[in-house]
Each structure stands twice: as C-alpha cells, then as structure tokens.
C-alpha cells in the first residue's frame, strides 16, 4: 500500500491551483525544493548531482528567513530539503527548519541521516511533515561502497533514526519517518533485510526505487541497469507489509524506464521549482547548470519578483514550445504530473462517459 502516493502524485488535490493554470493565470508553485548546502560527507556512487562539484557554498540564514516569509505568503505549501548537498551540513538547519513551518510551509527532507542526531531530532522534529533516509544497504561493506564512506556510518544512521522514532513516540510528535534504497546492481540482496530493519526499528516506510541516469551525471555505470530481472522482489518485500509499516516498491515507476512514447511538452514546471545553494531559482532541476532554465537569484531579488520576472517569462514560453521532453531525463520528478496535466490538455474520446 503507497498511502503517501510516494509512485504517484498529489496534484489532483490541487483543483483550484489546477484551474488557474488551466486558465492561463500565473499560480505560484505549490512545492519547492531547496538546497541549503552544496558540500556532502557522501559520495554516493549513483549521485545524480555529482557534475554540480560539491560546492562548499550554503544559503545565508537570515536571508533565507526573510525569503521563506515571502514564500509563505505568496502561497508555497511545500519545501523539501535536499539538493545538491546533505541539509544538515548546513550550520543552522534545525532553526531554518522551524522557521519555514512556522512560515506557513510544510517541510520534509531528504538527508543521509548520519547528522540527524539527538539535539537536531529534539531540535525540529517537531516542525517536519516528513524526512525521508538513504540508505543503500544494511551490509556495512556494502553501504560504505555504495555510499563512498565509512562502514560504521551505516549503524550511526540506523541509530539516528531509531531514536527520531523514540522520540516522536515520546513527544507525540506526528512526524513521518522513513527510509529509501535506490535499487543497484551491489545491493539487490540486501533490499529484503533492509525492509525487516526498517520494520523492526519502527520506521514508517522503506521505498525501493530505480535508478535514472541523470542528463549531466558524472556517473554512468548504471545507466543500463535493467529490472525487469528484479520485480519478483515486490512479492518479497510485500511479505513485511503490516498496518504500521509498508514497502513502496515503485515497480511502475521501473517498468516507465522502458517506455518510449510519453507526453509531447512538460506542463509541470508551474506548479514547483528550484533553488540552489547559491540562491539560484531554477525551472527544473535536471537541467541546473543549463542557463536556459535559470530564472534568477531569489537571495539578491526575493521569489516574487523573480517568479513574476519577464525572463521566468521567456524560459515558459521555451519550455512550452522549444524543448524536446524526449531529450528529459527518463522519470524526472515530475513525470507522474506531466502525464496528468497532459491528459486534461488533450483527453481522450468519450470523457463525459464517467
């Protein structure tokens, strides 16, 4: 059961932001992901963003306040921490955390999960919807391959998460907690041991995705991995599915890997967005380093005045009828949105026939 439609999407919960668009008015995005810091403790072999350099860089915490203000206000209702580095490098991300709830903004993160420690758990935990741990396998030698770092990092971050667990038991703090393998060629044998830890540690959710070879990755290894060699796993994972904790084994999300024809335009980018840690407001993350989808600095500017900007202007109207989706990055973010507004802009025969 994928109650959080982690191998879906949310937009139809979103009908009047929907209708907006649909009409042809500005709408401000209803999610954006943000990266706070550029440096990284991991080198993960599958890294997508490993071309951005890990940059040493981090957005300035005041001015990220008073930006995520303006955010708030003008109607985001969503930040997910990620990006190019791991968050909580970030000196004062358990304050930003805070703030951006306090804003008006939900927040998740995505995070290795080796700083998340006791005094940032008891710090924001509080504030977070969800935070979501890579993990990459349970065998210690093969997390630290994977991972490109220590073997003892693996059970740190097990214990990190056990105790976040604790924690929001003890505070009665409605938090989800949960955990992420990206399926590989080196860990296919640990996804079943890894799902039993993760239900006996409490966690709320381990997801089993696929790998997807990103546009300007340094890596390449596994841009021809297959899985369709590997789907007899979802039976198997299935098996520690209980009311309290499920696998999410995106097996459609693996079988698109294989599709050829998809939507004709990418729809999407209206509805989220992209900031860097240098403040850099992007129209899609698979293309950061690409001018043609650089919006502007947020951090020098504000978010209104670059969203409503005549650049964000031109870079739609090339989106909308200069770019070849059939050159985008193979279910990129917001694919499963791109294939719902698709459909409303071009429906089938017979749609009043509900």
């Known amino acids: 059961m994928d109650k959080f439609k982690i191998d879906s999407h ?3 919960y979103h009908v009047p932001r929907v209708n907006d668009w649909l009409d042809g008015k500005n709408i401000y995005p209803i999610y954006v992901e943000v990266s706070p810091i550029g440096a990284c403790n991991h080198r993960c072999t599958y890294c997508g963003l490993d071309y951005m350099g890990y940059q040493p860089r981090s957005l300035e915490t005041e001015n990220l306040k008073k930006l995520l203000t303006e955010m708030g206000a003008l109607g985001v209702k969503s930040i997910m921490y990620a990006g190019e580095g791991e968050p909580f490098l970030h000196k004062d991300m358990g304050a930003l ?8 903004i939900d927040v998740a993160v995505t995070s290795n999960g080796v700083l998340f420690n006791k005094d940032l758990i008891r710090e924001c935990l509080k504030s977070i919807t969800w ?14 391959a994977v991972h490109k770092t220590k073997e003892t990092d693996v059970e740190m971050v097990l ?7 604790e924690y ?3 505070q009665n703090i409605d938090a989800t907690v949960g955990m992420q393998m990206i399926l590989l060629p080196e860990n296919i044998d640990d996804a079943v041991p890894l799902a039993k830890k993760a239900r006996e540690i409490g966690a709320d959710y381990l997801v089993i995705k696929p790998y997807s070879q990103h546009l300007k990755s340094n ?12 789907m007899h796993l979802e039976e198997q994972l299935a098996a520690e599915n209980r009311d309290d904790f499920n696998v999410v084994f995106r097996g459609h999300t693996m079988e698109k890997l294989e599709e050829k024809d ?6 999407a980018l209206p509805f989220w967005s992209y900031i860097d840690a240098g403040g850099g407001l992007w129209a ?11 919006l502007g600095n947020v951090m020098e500017d504000g978010f209104e005045k670059v969203w409503t900007s005549d650049r964000r202007t031109e870079v739609m109207k090339y989106v909308a009828e200069g770019l070849d989706t059939s050159e985008c990055r193979v279910n990129c973010r917001m694919d499963e949105i791109n294939r719902y507004l698709w459909e409303l802009k071009n429906p089938p025969g017979h749609v009043n026939f509900i």
Not at 159 to 165: G, K, L, V
Not at 219 to 230: A, G, I, P
Not at 284 to 294: P, Q, T, V, W
């Open 10 to 12: 949310k937009l139809l």
């Open 97 to 104: 955390i805070n703030h951006t709830k306090a804003s008006g």
């Open 131 to 144: 935070i979501k741990v890579s993990i990459n396998a349970l065998t210690p030698s093969v997390y630290a």
């Open 159 to 165: 214990d990190n998460i056990s105790y976040a667990i």
């Open 168 to 170: 929001r038991k003890e």
């Open 219 to 230: 890596t390449t290894q596994y841009k021809d991995f297959k899985y369709s060699d590997y």
């Open 262 to 267: 998809r939507y004709k335009c990418c729809n």
């Open 284 to 294: 899609c993350s698979a293309y950061l380093g690409d001018e043609r989808f650089s």
